[in-house]
């Protein structure tokens, strides 16, 4: 059987499946596979990078370690 051939058969059982769980199984194995190389960003998204790299450079930003140590704090004084 050619890679044709076996695209075209599969296709066609996927088109008879009902099973929407399984589906979306399918759905997360094919795009684990054809994940696209460049990851689109809308302006929104652009614009709060920008905005965390300038707070990173201005130091508003903690560590993980200290975050988890307060939140460690934290729920132990509850």
Same mark, same amino acid.
């Given at each position: 059987?050619? %890679?044709?051939?076996?695209?075209?058969? &599969?296709?066609?059982r996927?088109?008879e499946?009902n099973? +929407? !769980?399984f589906? @979306?199984?399918?759905?997360?194995?094919l795009?684990?596979? %054809?994940q696209?190389p460049?990851?689109? &960003?809308?302006e929104?998204?652009?614009n709060?990078?920008? +905005? !965390?790299?300038? @707070?990173?450079?201005?130091g508003?930003?903690?560590?993980q370690a200290d975050?988890d140590?307060?939140?460690?704090?934290?729920?132990?004084?509850?």
């Amino acid at each position: 059987m050619t %890679t044709i051939e076996l695209k075209k058969q &599969l296709i066609h059982r996927i088109s008879e499946i009902n099973d +929407e !769980s399984f589906l @979306q199984a399918l759905k997360t194995i094919l795009d684990s596979k %054809t994940q696209s190389p460049v990851l689109k &960003l809308t302006e929104e998204q652009r614009n709060e990078i920008s +905005e !965390s790299r300038m @707070q990173i450079e201005q130091g508003q930003f903690i560590e993980q370690a200290d975050l988890d140590k307060k939140f460690n704090e934290w729920q132990s004084s509850k």
